[in-house]
């Protein structure tokens, strides 16, 4: 599919036609929206299914082989044996590496459904996109995932028609209200994973079994938790990504409202696929913050 | 059972007469009951429909995804009947509309491919005794708490209908051939986006053409929910459910918030 509005299916185009609004929002942050002087135009939506393609880099079929060079740029970092043991139940070597196919899924999936909820945006003529919402849902299918992103298109009262592609903002109500009154506008969501896979070795495998103590890592005594270094690393590196990569998206602009969320699968043990996925709404200053009325003080008497 | 009053069970007789004498049940939370008299509008009485309906079979094609309309009208007339029975109710207590509507579906043992649909609420009345309801004739529903009620009204909109549209989809299964030829690779796969998109739209439009024939102004909260029932994870339905709203001449009310800190811990 392309840029142009015309790929949007039938379906959609007879929809938005219609003469109704629909607005994911509920009651009281639609209120919030009218407030602010933004009048929903219309629920809008977009959807892509990727099929990602599988990689099984350091498997067990070639644990004997040498270790997997990495993709392109990205991180990569080998462990080794410290034994000198060779045998085929003794993991010699161990790997933490960014899955950067994954990263380019993710990133093309999540793309594609968002321009196409800004050109069913466009359509409506709306200045913003406010409340977005995305999933990623696997499909029946192995492999395929499907990114759905929907947001309420809104216009922003006594503004001429608008001439640039839409602004879009995971908040909407009265937390989008608060953003204003600090003095910002909102620009676009952002949203970037990150994706590291681990292969442990052998020091790795003894400490995540729990046999660590004096025997494999610095810990002085035996009962003393400890810490498995190849999967902290990994963890913090897909973090530190992951948060590099959203600066990237920024250009300058603010990040409001970031979080952060891990999922961590383990396919067998000490293979596992880590995951950081980071959602923020960049934001730019368009005036001088006012400052709040002041609060007021509140007890509760239930 | 068609849309005449008096196709309601019997045990429906007996409960909605001792409602008209007076006395109100529903199922509002005490705050929710002062807002709605805050607002001008008494609970009548708690009311419900019902439809058990035996979705019927479409067989469906392994490799192709296409909406299956026989199970498409199964969904959509069930609930269609189970909210008109919920409307005959309210009617029957003079009611203007119903909040705070739930539309639930049951499966049970005894009934293979039958399912139950119930939609429940609080049937209300205006206090002024100015009828409220739609355009149609018919009490307004929506499924609005409270709370959403009576900020909706602060706003000068004013609900008009629960309004749905619902699309049964099969998806595709990708043949062996297709399969491997994508291994390894970054791709989108254009008939699935397509037939996922195409599923929701068709259940979002026809939810805004029930709001379309309230003369709705809009719609707000707009769920879209999924569901694969009992068909295997390859058919979906696709439910879209919002409130239908009208602008009345009502001013806006709303007022700007105060900014509160909790002294509570």
């Not at chain 1, 009262?157 to 003095?183: C, H, I, N």
């Not at chain 1, 973090?239 to 590099?244: I, L, M």
């Not at chain 2, 609005?144 to 299964?173: E, K, N, R």
Request: charged share 20%; glycine share 10%.
């Amino acid at each position: 599919m392309s840029e142009s509005p015309d790929d949007l299916p039938e379906a959609a185009e007879r929809r938005l036609a219609g003469g109704a609004f629909s607005s994911g929002l509920s009651v009281s942050d639609f209120g919030a929206c009218l407030e602010m002087g933004l009048e929903p135009v219309g629920l809008v939506q977009g959807f892509c299914a990727m099929h990602q393609g599988a990689y099984a880099m350091g498997g067990t079929l070639s644990r004997n082989l040498s270790p997997f060079g990495g993709s392109g740029s990205g991180y990569v970092q080998n462990y080794q044996c410290p034994h000198g043991m060779i045998s085929n139940e003794h993991r010699m070597w161990g790997q933490n590496y960014e899955q950067t196919w994954v990263q380019d899924a993710w990133n093309q999936g999540f793309t594609s459904a968002y321009d196409r909820m800004l050109e069913e945006a466009t359509t409506l003529g709306a200045h913003g996109v406010v409340g977005v919402i995305d999933t990623q849902m696997p499909l029946g299918d192995v492999g395929v995932i499907e990114f759905h992103l929907r947001g309420t298109a809104v216009k922003v009262l006594d503004m001429p028609a608008p001439t640039s592609s839409p602004w879009t903002t995971y908040l909407a109500g009265q937390r989008l209200a608060k953003v204003f009154e600090a003095g910002y506008v909102p620009v676009s969501i952002v949203a970037t994973v990150s994706s590291v896979r681990v292969w442990a070795y052998c020091v790795t495998e003894y400490l995540m079994e729990g046999f660590g103590g004096t025997m494999w890592s610095n810990a002085t005594n035996s009962s003393s938790p400890i810490e498995i270094d190849q999967i902290v690393t990994a963890h913090t590196w897909s973090r530190q990504r992951v948060r590099s990569l959203a600066r990237t998206q920024l250009r300058g602009d603010a990040l409001h409202g970031a979080a952060v969320q891990l999922a961590q699968r383990e396919f067998q043990k000490g293979d596992l696929e880590i995951e950081a996925l980071l959602r923020g709404n960049r934001i730019r200053r368009f005036k001088d913050f006012d400052p709040l009325p002041v609060p007021q003080p509140t007890v509760r008497l239930s | 059972m068609s849309d005449v009053a008096n196709d309601l069970p019997q045990a429906t007789g007996r409960r909605l007469e001792e409602l008209e004498k007076g006395l109100f049940t529903s199922d509002l939370s005490v705050n929710e009951f002062l807002l709605i008299k805050e607002v001008g509008f008494h609970p009548v009485g708690f009311v419900m429909g019902s439809s058990i309906y035996h979705t019927g079979i479409q067989t469906r094609k392994w490799g192709q995804s296409l909406e299956l309309t026989k199970l498409t009208e199964a969904m959509y007339n069930a609930r269609e009947l189970a909210m008109t029975r919920m409307e005959e109710e309210a009617s029957e207590l003079g009611a203007d509309g119903v909040v705070g509507v739930r539309l639930d579906v049951n499966y049970y043992e005894w009934g293979k491919d039958a399912a139950e649909f119930i939609a429940f609420g609080t049937a209300v009345k205006a206090e002024d005794g100015v009828s409220r309801r739609n355009k149609l004739g018919k009490p307004f529903t929506s499924d609005l708490s409270g709370q959403d009620f009576w900020t909706l009204l602060q706003t000068g909109y004013f609900p008009q209908g629960l309004v749905m549209g619902t699309c049964v989809y099969h998806i595709a299964h990708r043949g062996l051939g297709q399969t491997l030829g994508t291994t390894g690779q970054n791709v989108e796969l254009p008939n699935f986006t397509q037939a996922l998109y195409e599923a929701r739209e068709l259940a979002m439009t026809r939810m805004q053409d029930e709001a379309t024939l309230l003369d709705a102004t809009g719609i707000v909260g707009v769920r879209l929910e999924e569901k694969s029932h009992q068909w295997g994870s390859h058919t979906i339905e696709f439910l879209s459910l919002g409130t239908a709203v009208t602008k009345t001449a009502n001013e806006v009310t709303l007022a700007k918030p105060t900014t509160i800190i909790t002294l509570d811990n």
